[in-house]
């Protein structure tokens, strides 16, 4: 089952990313918290939800040969461009901040709350009641400071967002949550692993030596897609991480 597991992700995601810049659309088709966490599209459901840098589109696609627009387009600040969906919400990671949307009746998004943070890039994963940020202020994400962090937030009350602890980082941008586990890409500094089985004493509890963009945790199965190479790594052991195999995406 591993191998099958193996040879699906890296099909999957080689050919994906090879479409897809880093500054490129990308799109999620689950809302199980296994895609990646800088989609700017996903598909829960019947439903279709796209970002265009200030608004989001709906898109029923019951017929989906003739998809057809459904609801209102809604506004948003300058410089949304990630979206996680999780159990009836839709997480936006923006410029600005997180906004948290219920989709409960998928047609008609309701803006619950948004929690702002310094101008930075903000991809965003989330599980019942804790949502964790990466901010980062590199060249393009409008960072008037250099402020580059992880930050988590509570969101048990998905109206009320606030922020319990944060961790200053490298360069941080994907990341994505397996049960107690968050790996998170740092740049140079590699891909952070941190525990957080309790949210408000999380730590840093390993580290793979590979630059990476983004990350998508599968059952002890981590993919990590960088610039150039498509990694995959076995983190059924997460204190003895081993990779599996490099696929070089472009020449």
Excluded: W
């Amino acid at each position: 089952m591993k191998k099958i597991y193996q040879t699906i992700g890296i099909v999957f995601i080689a050919a994906f990313y090879l479409q897809c810049s880093v500054e490129g659309d990308a799109i999620s088709l689950s809302n199980t918290g296994t895609s990646g966490s800088l989609a700017a599209m996903t598909v829960v459901g019947d439903f279709l939800y796209t970002l265009d840098n200030q608004s989001i589109k709906v898109f029923n696609l019951a017929d989906p040969v003739e998809p057809q627009q459904v609801g209102n387009t809604i506004e948003l600040d300058f410089g949304v461009e990630t979206m996680f969906p999780y159990n009836g919400l839709l997480f936006i990671g923006s410029q600005t901040g997180m906004y948290i949307f219920d989709i409960d009746i998928p047609s008609n998004p309701r803006l619950l709350a948004e929690h702002e943070h310094f101008f930075g890039c903000d991809p965003v994963v989330a599980n019942d009641s804790i949502a964790f940020v990466t901010v980062r202020t590199i060249e393009g994400c409008r960072g008037f400071m250099d402020f580059n962090r992880l930050e988590i937030v509570n969101v048990s009350d998905p109206t009320q967002p606030y922020t319990i602890d944060e961790f200053d980082l490298n360069s941080p941008a994907g990341l994505g949550l397996d049960g107690n586990h968050l790996f998170v890409t740092d740049g140079d500094a590699g891909i952070q692993v941190f525990d957080v089985s309790d949210p408000y004493n999380a730590s840093i509890i390993g580290n793979i030596p590979v630059n990476a963009f983004d990350v998508i945790p599968l059952d002890g199965l981590l993919i990590a897609v960088g610039l150039e190479n498509l990694y995959q790594f076995d983190y059924t052991e997460i204190h003895n991480i081993t990779q599996l195999s490099s696929l070089q995406l472009r020449p």
